[in-house]
């Protein structure tokens, strides 16, 4: 099997997070879902006759070196509440924006309506730096 490394399909050189205005430096990892609850609907017989839709939900998370994190925290401070996590969600959009190659169009995900669910620390010895991932829900998330 051949594996082309050098593939320009992730293009992280051209990915840019915004959050509250502030583009994101320390980015190192992102999700964006949406998700649709979906059953089977069941008639006579052992066999599905259909499947229905349910409730839709959106979430994800980003996952940032400690800076970002630390900064993120300050802002919400600064604000008045105790941190990322306590923010409303009407106050938070994360805007991600990306383009394969420089001559591509730009393509973006966009998270409306951003809850922060978690926030803390994770250090291991001999760490290098600080890496935290920050998990969501939204209101909304708007794939490309």
Not at 59 to 86: C, H, P, Q, Y
Request: glycine fraction near 6%; proline fraction near 3%; include cysteine.
């Amino acid at each position: 099997m051949n594996v082309n490394i050098s593939s320009s399909e992730c293009a992280w050189s051209n990915f840019e997070i915004k959050i509250l205005t502030r583009t994101i430096k320390g980015l190192r990892g992102f999700s964006f879902k949406k998700e649709v609850e979906k059953e089977h609907l069941y008639g006579a017989g052992d066999e599905a006759i259909d499947i229905q839709s349910g409730n839709k939900k959106s979430s994800g998370s980003i996952k940032v070196l400690g800076f970002e994190a630390d900064a993120m925290n300050k802002a919400a401070r600064l604000a008045g509440f105790e941190d990322i996590t306590e923010v409303p969600h009407e106050l938070i959009v994360i805007t991600c924006s990306y383009k394969k190659r420089l001559i591509d169009p730009i393509s973006v995900y966009i998270a409306s309506g951003v809850a922060f669910t978690e926030s803390g620390v994770d250090m291991e010895q001999n760490a290098k730096h600080r890496e935290i991932t920050l998990p969501y829900l939204a209101m909304n998330v708007r794939l490309p």
